[in-house]
T-cell receptor, first 115, second 111 residues
Framework: DAGVIQSPRHEVTEMGQEVTLRCKLISGHNSLFWYRQTMMRGLELLIYFNNNVPIDDSGMPEDRFSAKMPNASFSTLKIQPSEPRDSAVYFC?????????????FGSGTRLTVV | DAKTTQPPSMDCAEGRAANLPCNHSTISGNEYVYWYRQIHSQGPQYIIHGLKNNETNEMASLIITEDRKSSTLILPHATLRDTAVYYCIVRASGGSYIPTFGRGTSLIVHP
């Protein structure tokens, strides 16, 4: 298994543009988590899906952020319009619901820079 | 979740044991202690977890005090590749578990 796959690895965009981050879950996993990491705030949970259904989106900073799971193995995180303060590393992670933490795997992240 | 307290940074000589402490004085009876680490530019990686007994795997050992208010992660023979941020997390295990990460301890292993 190739693990959790995120794309792109790096994204540089201008303020006001739409940004879409992508995540492919590990086969068989049914939970999906999006995190954001910055120096100031550390690693923050943005949203959590279980069986394609958003369970907790209280960490989504504002309406400019949206996340979807169009199918069981894929998720997108969209920022529209993007702002410089959105610059961060965005991680997704997947797990099998009910598993212990060794079933909880992170991707390599997408480093987003908004200029 | 029980709050955890970790030193912000530590250093260790290569080949020596690295002992990373974590305080979790408000831990509940059904809460486990989990350790993750994050190597630069990568996502966090699970290391080990335990409830009240000491645990060991191929990566590390976890020592939990008898009152469960603190624990220590031990890397028995640290290597340069163990340089990372180490997170101690306390949470009840199960399907609804969602790791919440604090600031962790930045461990630097030097030659």
């Amino acid at each position: 298994d190739a693990g959790v796959i995120q794309s792109p690895r790096h994204e540089v965009t201008e303020m006001g543009q739409e940004v879409t981050l992508r995540c492919k879950l590990i086969s068989g996993h049914n939970s999906l988590f999006w995190y954001r990491q910055t120096m100031m705030r550390g690693l923050e949970l943005l949203i959590y899906f279980n069986n394609n259904v958003p369970i907790d989106d209280s960490g989504m900073p504002e309406d400019r952020f949206s996340a979807k799971m169009p199918n069981a193995s894929f998720s997108t995180l969209k920022i529209q319009p993007s702002e410089p303060r959105d610059s961060a590393v965005y991680f997704c992670a997947s797990s099998f619901s009910g598993a212990r933490d060794y079933g909880y795997t992170f991707g390599s992240g997408t480093r987003l820079t908004v200029v | 979740d029980a709050k955890t307290t970790q030193p912000p940074s530590m250093d260790c000589a290569e080949g020596r044991a690295a002992n990373l402490p974590c305080n979790h004085s408000t831990i509940s009876g059904n809460e486990y202690v989990y350790w993750y680490r994050q190597i630069h530019s990568q996502g966090p990686q699970y290391i080990i977890h335990g409830l009240k007994n000491n645990e060991t795997n191929e990566m590390a050992s976890l020592i939990i005090t008898e009152d469960r208010k603190s624990s220590t992660l031990i890397l028995p023979h640290a290597t340069l590749r163990d340089t990372a941020v180490y997170y101690c997390i306390v949470r009840a295990s199960g399907g609804s578990y969602i790791p919440t990460f604090g600031r962790g301890t930045s461990l630097i292993v030097h030659p």
